[in-house]
Every structure is written in C-alpha cells, then in structure tokens.
Nanobody
Framework: QVQLVESGGGLVQAGGSLRLACAAS????????MGWFRQAPGKERQFVAA????????AYADSVKGRFTISRDNAKNTVYLQMNSLKPEDTAVYYC???????????WGQGTQVTVSS
C-alpha cells in the first residue's frame, strides 16, 4: 500500500528556514503528482503547494509564493518543501499528499509539526 512519511519539521524563529521531506513508497512515485497541505489549530486544512508528474509549473498558495519551493527527486521517491522567510502564521502541521488516477488527493502522510516563534 502507499505510504507517505514526512520529516523535517521543528521549531524555528521567524525569518528562518526549514526543509520538509516526504518519502513515498508503495507505487511508482514518478507517475503521480505530489502536494503539501497544512492545518493550523482550529482551522481547516489548506493547500500549500503542488507539483505535477513532470515537475514543471508548480502551484502555490498565495500566502507562500516567493517563500516556499516544492521539488521532487524521483530517484529518491521524495518530495520536498523548502520554506524560507518563515512567519508565525506558517505554524501548522504540514502534510504531504499524493494524487490518484482521477487527480484527487488519495493518499496522505501523518504530518509533521512546524512551529515558527516570533
């Protein structure tokens, strides 16, 4: 079965950087789009970034454009989220997700906590 395991979360001061990683297993990684979402306490899960099979034309939420970069390494079955210029409002549990055949987000990781202190 598909497994997604996130890593790289932690506590960082405002203005700092973190790089999240999501290792995928269970099916051919390069055949599926990947994405990152986040959920802050008391709020709904929201889209952060997504990357297609080819790795071209990444999509970002307006709130992270210019600060976050999504990338993938098909040889390592891993998707990354480089987060720079972090703000306290970026504090959330970050989840990676993998698209299914109908382009829905079919599989999710367990999440990794990111806390940005002011």
């Amino acid at each position: 079965q598909v497994q997604l395991v996130e890593s790289g979360g932690g506590l960082v001061q405002a203005g700092g950087s973190l790089r999240l990683a999501c290792a995928a297993s269970g099916r051919t990684f390069r055949n599926y789009g990947m994405g990152w979402f986040r959920q802050a306490p008391g709020k709904e899960r929201q889209f952060v970034a997504a990357l297609s099979v080819s790795g071209g034309s990444p999509a970002y939420a307006d709130s992270v454009k210019g600060r976050f970069t999504i990338s993938r390494d098909n040889a390592k079955n891993t998707v990354y989220l480089q987060m720079n210029s972090l703000k306290p409002e970026d504090t959330a549990v970050y989840y990676c997700a993998q698209r299914g055949a109908k382009l829905t987000w079919d599989y999710w990781g367990q999440g990794t906590q990111v806390t940005v202190s002011s």
